[in-house]
């Protein structure tokens, strides 16, 4: 009977303790999706309201959790929004660079943005060279240079000779107001790395904890293992006892064994900027009288 409710104790802790960790990991997935979320919000009212420099920033650093490239193309059309076209252009150039598996569809809009900008900063240019240009002049004009000039004094207003009228500064570009800050094509799917490694270091959280269990039961085994040897006639309760230790013991090992291994797979699987079908990995648990842990061993 001891060892039928030993073992049925180590199955209920043993379903308790992964049902824990798969409400951890959800639960930290959840925050993750809602945190970056807000910060898409944030990005997006700070660009339609005029202060690209916020949204910029915004986007950039949702660019480096994730490395999803549509946020670069965000970055691309914030700036266009703002009048800058000639940053957007910049970003929605990288964004070809770096999304290599966009569609054909998501290219073509891209590249249209950037015609777009290019045409506006044209017109800009031709209408700097236009202001300069002098008008032609006028019926008496002509009449008055083809009349003999009378020498006199010069009129103070004339300008000085070889100086010309400081021409009127461009006019300020028009931000787009449209209210949309992203096309409407399919946005390629987030990285899921970061994911993967948070989840990883909870799985490794939760297996330190178990292992530094199974080394209290371990210390509770050794200490009735002592108490009996020491006993002229053994006390069954005590053996029992020692032996119930043992056995959890060798439950939180294996647990957390297995949670560290996990984990180590999770995080090595959510490193960034690496091909999974290049990766060549492993891990094992560790496991003996006194000993807890796990290796890994890997080529990236």
């Given at each position: 009977?001891?060892?039928?409710?030993a073992?049925?104790?180590?199955?209920?802790?043993t379903?308790?303790?992964?049902?824990?960790?798969?409400?951890?990991?959800?639960?930290?997935?959840?925050?993750?999706?809602?945190?970056?979320?807000?910060?898409?919000?944030?990005?997006?009212?700070?660009?339609?309201s005029?202060n690209?420099?916020k949204?910029?920033?915004?986007?950039?650093?949702?660019?480096?959790?994730t490395?999803?490239p549509?946020?670069?193309?965000?970055?691309?059309?914030?700036?266009?929004?703002?009048?800058?076209?000639?940053?957007?252009?910049?970003?929605?150039?990288?964004?070809?660079?770096?999304?290599?598996?966009?569609?054909?569809?998501?290219?073509?809009?891209?590249?249209?943005?950037?015609?777009?900008?290019?045409?506006?900063?044209?017109?800009?240019?031709?209408?700097?060279?236009g202001?300069?240009?002098?008008?032609?002049?006028?019926?008496?004009?002509?009449?008055?240079?083809?009349?003999?000039?009378?020498?006199?004094?010069?009129?103070?207003?004339?300008?000085?000779?070889?100086?010309?009228?400081?021409?009127?500064?461009?006019?300020?570009?028009?931000?787009?107001?449209?209210?949309?800050?992203?096309?409407?094509?399919p946005?390629?799917?987030?990285?899921?790395g970061?994911?993967?490694?948070?989840?990883?270091?909870?799985?490794?959280?939760?297996?330190v904890?178990?292992?530094?269990?199974g080394?209290?039961?371990?210390?509770?085994?050794?200490?009735?293992?002592?108490?009996?040897?020491?006993?002229?006639?053994?006390?069954?309760s005590?053996?029992?006892?020692?032996?119930?230790a043992?056995?959890?013991?060798?439950?939180?090992?294996?647990?957390?064994?297995?949670?560290?291994?996990t984990?180590t797979?999770?995080?090595?699987?959510?490193?960034?900027?690496?091909d999974?079908?290049?990766?060549?990995?492993?891990?094992?648990?560790?496991?003996?009288?006194?000993?807890?842990?796990v290796?890994?061993?890997?080529?990236?």
């Amino acid at each position: 009977m001891p060892a039928e409710r030993a073992v049925m104790n180590m199955r209920r802790l043993t379903i308790s303790v992964i049902l824990t960790l798969m409400a951890s990991l959800a639960v930290t997935t959840r925050a993750h999706a809602s945190n970056e979320e807000a910060k898409e919000r944030a990005a997006r009212k700070a660009c339609l309201s005029g202060n690209y420099q916020k949204g910029v920033e915004i986007l950039s650093d949702l660019f480096i959790r994730t490395g999803n490239p549509v946020f670069i193309y965000n970055q691309g059309r914030c700036l266009e929004q703002s009048g800058r076209s000639e940053e957007a252009i910049n970003r929605f150039r990288e964004y070809l660079r770096k999304a290599k598996d966009a569609s054909a569809e998501d290219r073509a809009d891209a590249e249209k943005h950037i015609t777009d900008c290019q045409a506006l900063l044209d017109e800009k240019a031709a209408h700097a060279v236009g202001t300069h240009a002098e008008p032609a002049p006028t019926p008496a004009q002509k009449n008055a240079a083809e009349q003999p000039a009378t020498p006199g004094p010069k009129a103070a207003s004339e300008p000085a000779r070889g100086t010309l009228a400081e021409p009127p500064p461009p006019a300020p570009a028009v931000p787009d107001t449209s209210g949309q800050l992203v096309a409407n094509p399919p946005q390629p799917p987030a990285s899921p790395g970061r994911t993967l490694r948070i989840a990883g270091i909870a799985c490794g959280v939760a297996g330190v904890g178990s292992i530094a269990t199974g080394i209290y039961f371990y210390t509770r085994a050794r200490s009735f293992s002592d108490k009996v040897s020491s006993q002229d006639v053994t006390n069954s309760s005590d053996e029992s006892s020692g032996k119930n230790a043992e056995t959890m013991q060798w439950v939180f090992y294996s647990i957390g064994g297995a949670a560290l291994a996990t984990g180590t797979v999770l995080y090595l699987l959510g490193w960034p900027n690496v091909d999974s079908n290049t990766r060549t990995s492993g891990v094992a648990p560790l496991l003996g009288p006194g000993l807890a842990g796990v290796s890994a061993h890997g080529s990236f």
